[in-house]
């Protein structure tokens, strides 16, 4: 198989019925490779995953991947697409190997031997081959959101969206699937929408920040933590100070730690000799960029 092209969304913009702009002129090139799409909850994630697996048209712009016009081919698009829902349904109470190889049907394999192997390669992949014929119902979270996997690796997608796939999964359940989903990104588009920074820290190469419909960062993990390079800064507090601290400094985030209010300010400089400097991370980038927003949309400056 030749390696997967590059998505390509130009100006995409949609707008519900009731006059929602969840998306706003969207532009994106998305490598292969683990792409993670962060936002906060309303901020148009599902809706830009939705109009990609083309479950949604769009109000205006325009989606290809290598030679496919999504919007206008969708069937072609279809054909090599795996998609993991946010919210993957009523779970039936057939075994996981009956309802794989029915989706199997579905997605168009029809041999019968064929499938069998493609089942159970697939089982195998999700590390559910032990638990095939137990009924999904009675499945973990993980195990669902594993089962969801192969589902969406049925007929060797090149170009697979999963939207918010670690809400819910317990620690250990959720770096299981993070495993799994970076084997798959070696060789494929695999778009992660999510509102856990750690999942972008721990498997993006590429990523974007998602904000009231419009893309306000995009670039690799690494360059946005050194664009904010010695410009953090932090030392706790007093809760009854924190409303001086927000008046005065650009306060990005606060923290408890230990009973006491940790905050962390954007600054050039130390604000006071107090402050030490905090190494950066993705979740100050996200924070300062959230923070940035909300300033520039006149709202209230509540930190995360
Ligand atoms: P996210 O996935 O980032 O939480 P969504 O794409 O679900 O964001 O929602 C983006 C915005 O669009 C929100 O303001 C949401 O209320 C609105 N929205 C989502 N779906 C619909 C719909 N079917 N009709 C009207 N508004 C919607």
Redesign the pocket.
Known sequence: MSPSPTLQIRQLSHV???G????DQIDLEIPRGMFGLL????????????CLATLQIPSAGSIRFGDIDVLAEPERIRATLGYLP?DFGVYPRVSAIDMLDHLAVLKGIAARGERRETVQALLQQVNLWEVRKRPIAGFSGGMRQRFGIAQALIGNPRLIIV??PTAGLDPEERNRFNNLLAEIGESVVVIL?T?IVDDVTDLCSRMAI?VN?RIVAHDTPGALIRSLEGRVWTRSVDKQELPEYRKQFEVIATRLRGGQTQIHVLADAAPDPRFEPVPGGLEDVYFATLYRERQAAGSPTQAA
Request: net charge positive.
């Open positions: 519900y019925p009731n929602t702009r969840a998306l936002g906060p909850n309303g901020a148009g994630k599902s809706s830009l995953m939705r946010q939207d918010e929408s509102h998602l419909g």
